[in-house]
Every structure is written in structure tokens, then in C-alpha cells.
């Protein structure tokens, strides 16, 4: 080797431990930082699980969550890894932080998702409440005696909220104020007119059930626009779905018909780039329907 190559040899050698050297330091100097932010992070994400799994009466210690959470983790990233290993070690490292990205937020998708339709389900529910409550008043019971019967005769999940009523009342907590904590418990628009209209007429003096009837009407109204509402934009979201789903099936597709070419696209550069550019263009697709699509009643 020429005496040139030596020194551009020697250069770049220098150049690459400045480098390694910098971003050395500038993980050092940030690793606490970024250390309690990670904890914060997940600490926030574990009491989030916890309050959620507590408001479906599913009670679990903090520890399981954490538990769920790692766990979830890195099952994604091992079978992510495993699956990109398959085309390089390269694509597997990546495949394997996506993997690991999507489960540490699967639990939190999962859990949500329990707790919306524990919700729709509550919302349902209110209908024949209100009529129970309306008919029950107007037999000339109390309205403690109504909750009671409210516990005995609906399903959970409305049983198990309008027990936990009954339960602190019989505690000692006022029973508007056990109300209130119940519309804490469910963030639920139409079960918090219901327990506003309540709490209101009983300082004030009113039929309540008049209110009843009256707030049974617009729910049944409400909740019919939203099923049309719905139906509607079914068709958009299974276009959305379709096309956000088509550009991986013929991915799959021609990696089986022509497997050569397809590894290219994972093992080179300008491959590399195509498929985020693809993904960065599906998301923000699928992003702008689902924005577009819902709709608020």
C-alpha cells in the first residue's frame, strides 16, 4: 500500500474515533436524562393499565402490569427478529425494534379496546335503565330503592357500576356524590346527563320521572343517528382497510413468485428506502380516512 493510502487510511481511522467518540459522550451526557424519562414513561403507561383494568372491576396489581408490558414486548421483538432474520441480520435488528415498538403499545390497544366496548355496551344499557327508573318513580319507590333494583335486574356492566353505588353509600358517602364518582368511573356523556339531571333535581325539587322520559328519548335518538352515522361510513373504512392491507399481499405474493427481486428491496439502500417511503405513505393514508370517516354524535 502506497504512502497515501496509509494516511488516508489513518485519517479515516481518526475521523471514525472522533466520531465514535462524540456520539460516546453524547449518550453519556443524555442516559440519565433519558433514563427517567423512560421510567416516567413507563410508570405512567403500567398506573394508565391499572386504572383501566380498576374501572372494568378487573382489578391487577401495578406489578402485572409492568409484567404485561415487558412480557408483550418482547415476545413482539423476539418474533419480529426471527422473522427478518429469515432476509438479513440487518432487516431482523430492524424488524425486531418495530416488533418490540408494537408490543410494548399492544397492551394498552388491547386494553382500551376492552373498555370501549365495556363502554358501548354500559350506553346500551341505559335505555331500559331509564325506563326501570322512570316506571319505578313513578310507583312511588325511593330512588335508593330504584338503584337497588337497577343492581338486581340489568347485566353487567351496569350491575357491577350501580353496586359500587349502593356500596359506598352504604359506607357513608352521599349518595350524589357516590353518583358522581360513578360518572368518574365511566366517561360516559349520556350516563353523566343522566346523574347531572339527577343530583340537579334532587337540591332543587323536579319529576324526575319526566326527566327520565325526556332523556331516554334523546339518547334513543342520539344512539339511532350514530347507527346510521355508522353504516354509512362502513363502506369508507372497509376501502380504507383494503387498500392500507393490498400493498403487503402483493408483497407477499411476489416474494413468492419472484424471490430474487423481492430481497432486494430489504438489502439495499435504495429498497430500504422504497418500503419507508411505502409505509410512511400508507399511514398517512389510512390516517387522513380514519380523521376524515369519524364522526362525532
Request: net charge neutral.
Amino acid at each position: 500500500m502506497s504512502v497515501a493510502g496509509f494516511q488516508s487510511l489513518g485519517l479515516m481511522s481518526v475521523g471514525l474515533s472522533v466520531v465514535f467518540i462524540f456520539v460516546f459522550w453524547f449518550i453519556y451526557s443524555r442516559y440519565s436524562e433519558w433514563e427517567t424519562k423512560a421510567r416516567e414513561g413507563m410508570s405512567d403507561y403500567a398506573a394508565e393499565l391499572y386504572d383501566l383494568f380498576d374501572r372494568m372491576f378487573m382489578r391487577q396489581n401495578l406489578n402485572r402490569c409492568y409484567s404485561l408490558i415487558i412480557i408483550s414486548t418482547a415476545v413482539a421483538g423476539f418474533v419480529g427478529f426471527s422473522i427478518g432474520l429469515s432476509v438479513s441480520l440487518f432487516f431482523g435488528v430492524i424488524a425486531a425494534a418495530l416488533g418490540g415498538m408494537l408490543g410494548f403499545r399492544l397492551p394498552g390497544l388491547i386494553v382500551k379496546a376492552m373498555f370501549q366496548r365495556r363502554l358501548s355496551k354500559f350506553n346500551l344499557q341505559l335505555i331500559d335503565a331509564l325506563n326501570m327508573m322512570s316506571n319505578a318513580i313513578r310507583s312511588g319507590l325511593s330512588f335508593m330503592q330504584v338503584i337497588q333494583i337497577l343492581e338486581a335486574e340489568l347485566d353487567d356492566p351496569a350491575s357491577q357500576e350501580f353496586s359500587m353505588v349502593l356500596k359506598e353509600n352504604r359506607v357513608g358517602v352521599n349518595l350524589n356524590d357516590a353518583l358522581l364518582n360513578m360518572t368518574n368511573r365511566v366517561p360516559s356523556e349520556d350516563l353523566f346527563m343522566i346523574i347531572n339531571s339527577v343530583v340537579t333535581l334532587s337540591q332543587q325539587g323536579g319529576d324526575l320521572s319526566e326527566a327520565f322520559d325526556t332523556i331516554a328519548h334523546t339518547i334513543r335518538e342520539r344512539q339511532r343517528v350514530a347507527s346510521k352515522i355508522r353504516t354509512m361510513a362502513q363502506a369508507g373504512m372497509t376501502q380504507a382497510t383494503i387498500l392500507g392491507i393490498l400493498p403487503f399481499v402483493m408483497m407477499g405474493l411476489l416474494y413468492f413468485v419472484q424471490p430474487d427481486s423481492m430481497v432486494l428491496l430489504f438489502t439495499t439502500p435504495l429498497g430500504l428506502g422504497m418500503v419507508i417511503v411505502m409505509l410512511t405513505l400508507i399511514g398517512l393514508g389510512v390516517f387522513w380516512m380514519k380523521k376524515i370517516l369519524t364522526i362525532d354524535v
